[in-house]
């Protein structure tokens, strides 16, 4: 089905650029705001697509205008979103991002419909991992899925690629890591 399969979120991320980042309880002007696709899946999904490789998206949307145009933007690379699950009850997951000056930023994310996107949504696209060679992951979706498909990928002796971000509490496990 594809050579590349990704696993992850999906994100509409609200951009404005800052003078410095607020301090608690300050308010600030902004500038330069902008609504771009993203979360850390769907952007690994966009870049394979856009470099041509055949590339197969596991993620969840919400059933809402931004999941929808998310979507369509990375079926304009050629990425198969077949297995991107709609959820009826949560939204697209959401970012909101400050970049100061120095181009620092500071992100808060809503995570939304990525939240079903656990083990039980990777058990039941075990599949997509059989007709992949690269598997791809971070951490921005439930990590017993992300565990879940590392354990799977390197079982069927596939590579795995994890951006470990963002980092878990509790870190990574060391029966994942050995993988």
Do not use: Y
Request: aromatic letters at 4%.
């Amino acid at each position: 089905m594809g050579d590349i399969l990704v696993i992850g979120s999906t994100n509409i991320d609200n951009v404005v650029s800052v003078d410095h980042m607020p301090a608690v309880g300050e308010t600030i002007l902004g500038s330069n705001f902008a609504e771009n696709f993203g979360g850390k899946g769907a952007n690994q999904a966009f870049a394979c697509g856009k470099l041509g490789a055949p590339t197969v998206f596991i993620s969840a949307v919400g059933k809402d205008e931004l999941g929808a145009k998310a979507m369509q933007n990375l079926r304009t690379v050629n990425v198969n979103t077949d297995r991107v699950r709609v959820c009826e009850t949560l939204p697209t997951g959401k970012a909101w991002i400050c970049i100061n000056s120095e181009g620092d930023n500071n992100i808060v994310v809503v995570t939304g419909a990525n939240d079903t996107c656990d083990k039980g949504w990777i058990e039941q696209n075990e599949d997509a991992i059989d007709e992949c060679e690269i598997v791809m992951v971070q951490l921005e979706t439930p990590v017993d899925g992300v565990w879940t498909a590392i354990k799977m990928a390197a079982r069927k002796h596939k590579t795995v690629i994890l951006d470990p971000a963002p980092a878990p509490k509790d870190g990574i496990p060391r029966e994942v890591l050995s993988s």
